[in-house]
């Protein structure tokens, strides 16, 4: 893992600067009465990261996974500046770029790591950088949450840009990977395998598009924007604190019992989250992060094991289905209320569950 530090480095600074901006996103463009910008920017965002999802694989391999990383990430500084002028047309063309780039470094990211890991450590390694990732984040958002009220926005966000724009740099110190893409052709066996696993991540996946869309709106409406720092602070902790452990946990148990304890813990946030209180917000939050942790560091592994052959599009179809869970749930913020977002949830995670029941043949 020594030979992954770089890596690791890259990615923690990347994602501090836009993770942090991306707490406050919703919460800011409500706040100036123009909350729809935000959801239609991050719909923008996963579209066009679900569009080119499959085509990332033959553009990593066609540059090389260091390039691939490089040039997708200085998108993401890119959009910062481009939230701190304020203006829709440029948010909403940075949108789009972040999403297209966005494809290619998530793509590059799993297949570095699906590369750089055995059955092993995959899991382990891959909770070591979720998080390290959040860690970062969630000490800069609870700073921030302090003076947010008090310090320009733009001056903040000056600030994430920095931060990110270094991560960017980190990435030309990895050691290139090489790689080769094998597209996957869809049969009956192939398709039992994707309903298995699939449903599981849209569903834990629209977890994390609820966490950035209607719940700061809600917080803000409920307790205040000095709020959103604090309590989204309990989400991002843990997703700090549990990744690491659950990956540890993914190597050595049944992966079955950690999907559907996930599950569980998405549930049980998502039903919290319909009592307005603030007690009941940070347990929803802490249950949230614990099965958005687990999405994350089992999907590698998981992705191994049910397409060994074809790790790439493996990779990029669980990607294509975030980004269509995020897109939904963008929808579902700007046309139904929190309550009927919440219920919808609620039973999205319960169908994964039953796939997890009806194709669990397709897994140990």
Known sequence: MKKNIFFLIAFVLLFVGYDTLQQYFAAFFHTQNITTISFIAIGIIYFFFGAFSMLAPTICEKIGIKKALFFSSLLYPLFILAVMTKKPVFVFIASGLLGIAAAILWTANGLFITKTT?????????????????????????????????????????????????????????????????????????????????????????????????????????????????????????????????????????????????????????ILFLFPLWITFAFGL????????????????????????????????????????????????????FQIMIYIGIILLIISLLTLRIFKNNIQ
């Open 118 to 270: 055995t059955e092993k450590n995959r899991g382990s390694y891959t909770g070591l950088l979720f998080s390290l990732m959040p860690l970062g984040t969630t000490i800069m958002t609870f700073i921030i949450s302090f003076f947010i009220e008090k310090v320009n926005f733009i001056l903040i966000s000056a600030g994430l840009f920095i931060v990110s724009l270094a991560g960017s740099l980190v990435f030309l110190f990895i050691k290139d990977i090489k790689t080769e893409h094998v597209n996957l052709k869809l049969n009956k066996k192939i398709i039992r395998k994707m309903m298995y696993f699939f449903p599981y991540v849209f569903a834990t996946a629209f977890i994390f598009g609820t966490i950035i869309t209607k719940i700061p709106v809600r917080i803000t409406d409920l307790f205040g924007l000095q709020s959103v720092g604090l309590l989204l602070s309990v989400y991002i902790f843990s997703t700090v604190i549990f990744p690491f452990l659950l990956g540890k946990a993914v190597d050595k148990f049944n992966k079955k019992i950690c999907l559907i304890l996930g599950t569980i813990a998405g549930i049980a946030g998502f």
């Open 286 to 337: 802490l249950f949230m992060g614990i099965s958005y942790a687990l999405l994350v560091v089992i999907s590698y592994p998981m992705i191994m094991e049910l397409f060994p052959k074809h790790a790439s599009s493996g990779i990029a179809l669980r990607w294509v289905m975030q980004s269509f869970a995020v897109i939904f749930a963008v929808i579902l913020a700007i046309t139904v209320s």
